[in-house]
């Protein structure tokens, strides 16, 4: 192997990743595996973790199924207890798992789904950062990598809801978060930067809102995301592993602090 190369090699690194079980999440513990790190599939839902842990060791990879509900702290820190058991250390955390609700104006937004929402996209990855920074600090080190929005960075509303307040402000939350984490933890040699994501497929998120709409009104939601990016479509999960290795690897060793839009231009326009 080349010294470029290793730059970006995770084998023996331990890497967490939350909503590991589907979407982006999926995609990045499969990439993260690729590349020779352990990969700790935590989900909310056991089944498919248990489904990314065999689709990784069926390629060859390192993976372990766990359980946890990021909004809730007792189950956090089971799960940082457990992995300090038996792994002595987090070297990458990826803040993954997040939940949107169906989109209404905020006059309309019931505050149970503030509530909700918050509790996941934010609130989660507070907790587990907070249960993570502790065996990254007694390791020498490690990167945080958290998953935020463009939606969290600009507004958007082509005349109709697409997306929900709460989840803007958990994004935006996220962010800030991010660069806090990162000046904070980097003289512990601890990184933090976020990713943010323009509209991808592939994905659960909006699920529930897609399945209430006509196909009339599905078409027009779907055009209106292509219009407002240069690219002229949605990413593609398995195009974000490159920027996701980057950010997990050495090769991203003195970035801190930073939100890095993958979005095919939407931010730019």
């Known amino acids: 192997m080349s010294e470029a190369s290793k730059l970006f090699d995770l084998s023996g690194k331990v890497v967490l990743v939350t909503g590991a079980g589907s979407g982006l999440g999926l995609a990045f513990s499969r990439g993260l595996a690729a590349f020779g790190a352990e990969v700790i599939c935590a989900d909310r839902d056991s089944s498919r ?42 070297d990458v955390l990826f803040n993954n798992a997040g939940v949107t609700s169906i989109p209404k104006r905020v006059h309309e937004l019931p505050v149970e789904e503030w509530d909700r929402l918050i509790a996941i996209n934010l609130r989660g990855v507070f907790l587990c950062s907070r249960a993570v920074l502790p065996l990254m600090l007694s390791g020498g080190g490690g990167s945080i990598v958290n998953i935020a929005s463009i939606i969290g960075v600009i507004g958007y509303y082509p005349d109709f809801p697409i997306v929900p307040a709460n989840y803007a402000a958990a994004k935006s939350g996220v962010i800030g978060l991010t660069r806090q984490l990162a000046v904070e933890y980097a003289k512990d040699n601890i990184r933090a930067n976020a990713i943010a994501p323009g509209f991808h497929a592939g994905t659960r998120l909006g699920d529930a809102y897609k399945a209430n709409l006509t196909a009339d009104a599905l078409a027009r939601r779907e055009s209106a995301i292509a219009a407002a990016t240069p690219m002229g479509r949605r990413g593609l999960p398995e195009e974000l592993l490159g920027l996701a290795i980057y950010l997990a690897s050495d090769a991203s060793r003195y970035m801190t602090g930073q939100v890095i839009a993958h979005d095919g231009g939407w931010t730019a326009a």
């Open 49 to 90: 973790a248990e489904e990314a842990v065999a689709l990784i060791q069926n390629a060859g990879g390192s993976a372990l199924p766990v359980h946890v509900d990021v909004a809730d702290a007792a189950s956090v820190q089971s799960l940082a207890d457990r992995l300090l058991a038996s792994h002595g250390r987090i």
